[in-house]
């Protein structure tokens, strides 16, 4: 009996200890001088050390293994095949898109997305853009664009690995759109490797033929960057908040990127400090 | 998909740098600020792009229209974030005239034999305070769609000077604020630091693109 408690009372004491720790770490982190107290909020990147040294494999790996197959897939295979591949893929991620616009209640786009596959499919085999060319333009959508729509904050900035930079949000989505995809589906019911396999060899393709459109624009940005892991998540962050509001010009954006307010003029004067979650830790 | 959308965000920013940057040669700065920036896009790539230019000359060809046209000071101030209130005057003066270096190294070059997209002026409205936004819409020749890219106007002096320059909804100040106060609070919270990382970048991108 008495070794019992003993034995829980260690544990507790432990326990209490490693709470201590924990929130310790946790204060140390969070700066208490208010100019970085601000970036440190403004950065909302409170793994950061974490999230560097996944940056950090996730470009090794880029540089050893995505850009040599992307660099070879453009040079070996004609534009033509390029975009019939991307378009094969894009036409295939349809019932995502499609259930999302609706999610989001975007019915004209909706239209768009359905339009479009039926036309691409028919027309095009699936693999030309025929809607494209006829002014129906690809649009993106995603379960983490439907849950910003529907009011859920983005939280802190993650970066995972192979996948790259993300959130709570856009990760909860990303599984969510995984669930939803009849084609994956279909590839667990199929003992034919092209089935069965498909949703992996979409992702792997998928990877390369973006990756082979976009690597000296990607170079640049990296060798003109001084900090290109920071450079990164503001690219991250701002790209992920046009997609969501599907590209529309929101005036609002426009005061709350701070416009004047680092001005000279508004020098030293302290900035209305919205408590965020993290702040009332 | 999380890839896709950044590689789309780098291909926005790479047509700023080729486009974005295109300012003024008049000093009769007009009143309207679309015709301000339609002008200096058609001048910058009348005279920037010119292959028989040496490139010292496109750089200082360069950083004449971003004297003129662009309020540096303004940009400076706001790409330091809440550094800006820890930098002294000093400093202060030694970052704008760094980063208008800056901006000159990495840019000028790229426009030289730079050919083909049309320019479209879009819109012009009105934003808080003077400032005005320039949309404007670049054809592109490789079959993409175009791409958005606006400019955010105010008056200096009662001429028209560009604070940010936002591609497909990616801003320039806001994307340079953060690059620029991580490296500062890597250095410590020292503005000197990004100083330093400054001068030895511009010194590197002087020897990279000599003649």
């Excluded at chain 1, 439907?146 to 990303?174: C, N």
Aim: overall charge negative; some cysteine.
């Amino acid at each position: 009996m008495s070794t019992g408690s003993d034995f829980f009372s260690v544990l507790r004491r432990a326990g209490l200890g490693l709470i201590l720790a924990l929130g310790l770490a946790g204060c140390a982190t969070a700066p208490t001088d208010p100019v970085e107290r601000e970036i440190y909020e403004e950065a909302n990147d409170p793994a950061q050390p974490l999230n560097e040294a996944i940056f950090e494999f996730n470009m090794a790996l880029d540089k050893v293994i995505v850009r040599p197959i992307a660099k070879a897939y453009e040079f070996l295979l004609p534009d033509l095949v390029r975009d019939s591949v991307r378009n094969f893929i894009r036409n295939l991620k349809t019932p995502v898109i499609l259930a999302n616009d609706l999610m989001q209640g975007e019915t004209e786009r909706a239209g768009e997305t359905m339009g479009r596959f039926l036309t691409n499919t028919l027309l095009g085999g699936g693999l030309f853009d025929v809607a494209g060319a006829a002014g129906i333009p690809y649009h993106e959508e995603d379960f983490g664009q439907t849950l910003a729509v529907w009011g859920v904050e983005e939280g802190p900035y993650i970066m995972l690995p192979f996948l790259g930079p993300s959130s709570p949000r856009a990760l909860a989505g990303f599984i969510v759109d995984a669930g939803l995809d009849p084609f994956r589906w279909w590839g667990y019911h199929s003992d034919r490797p092209w089935i069965e396999y498909n949703t992996a060899i979409r992702a792997g393709v998928e990877v390369i033929d973006s990756r082979s459109r976009n690597y000296s624009q990607l170079e640049s940005l990296e060798e003109n960057s001084l900090d290109f892991y920071a450079t990164v998540r503001s690219l991250y962050r701002q790209q992920r908040e046009s997609m969501i509001r599907n590209g529309v010009d929101n005036d609002e954006s426009i005061p709350s990127i701070g416009y004047d307010e680092n001005s000279p003029a508004e020098d030293g004067v302290p900035q209305a400090e919205i408590p965020s979650p993290s702040a009332l830790n | 998909m999380q890839r896709r959308s950044f590689m789309s965000v780098s291909a926005g920013v790479v047509l700023f740098v080729l486009l974005g940057l295109g300012l003024p040669f008049s000093s009769h700065a007009q009143e309207d600020a679309g015709a301000f920036i339609q002008n200096l896009a058609d001048t910058a790539l009348t005279a920037l792009t010119d292959e028989k230019i040496s490139n010292a000359e496109r750089a200082d060809r360069f950083r004449d229209l971003l004297q003129e046209g662009m309020d540096i000071p303004t940009v400076a101030s706001r790409v330091l974030g809440p550094y800006v209130r820890r930098a002294t005057d000093e400093e202060m003066k030694e970052f704008v005239s760094l980063l208008e270096e800056n901006i000159v190294r990495k840019y000028a070059i790229m426009f030289k034999g730079y050919s083909g997209e049309s320019i479209n002026l879009v819109e012009t409205k009105p934003l808080r305070g003077d400032m005005q936004q320039v949309t404007v819409s670049i054809q592109r020749t490789d079959g993409q769609p175009p791409v958005d890219v606006r400019w955010i106007v105010h008056k200096v002096d009662g001429q028209n000077k560009i604070i940010d320059i936002i591609v497909e909804r990616v801003s320039m100040v806001t994307t340079q604020k953060e690059e620029f106060v991580s490296v500062i609070r890597r250095g410590g919270g020292k503005v000197e630091s990004l100083l330093g990382e400054l001068r030895e970048r511009n010194a590197e991108l002087a020897t990279n693109v000599k003649d």
